[in-house]
């Protein structure tokens, strides 16, 4: 997978998740396998990724069980 692709694929989860207010333990695993897949987690990756923490730390989104 291309850098680019892993950080549309990412952008894309992560604007699911803001749109449910919710993400799941799996959907959460698979986010971070993508943004590792290459084995190099770039710029966006991290930006995507840094995110992803502050909206679960301020409670914008939830995490919840599958």
Known sequence: MKSGESG???G???KK???DGKLT???YE???AIAEADFVIDAQEKKLLAQL???L???T???VPD
Request: glycine letters at 0%.
């Open 53 to 55: 923490q502050e909206l």
């Open 8 to 10: 549309e694929k990412l």
């Open 25 to 27: 333990n799996s959907e």
């Open 61 to 63: 989104i939830v995490r």
């Open 17 to 19: 998740a803001i749109e």
């Open 30 to 32: 698979r986010i971070l």
């Open 57 to 59: 730390a301020n409670k």
């Open 12 to 14: 894309a989860m992560i």
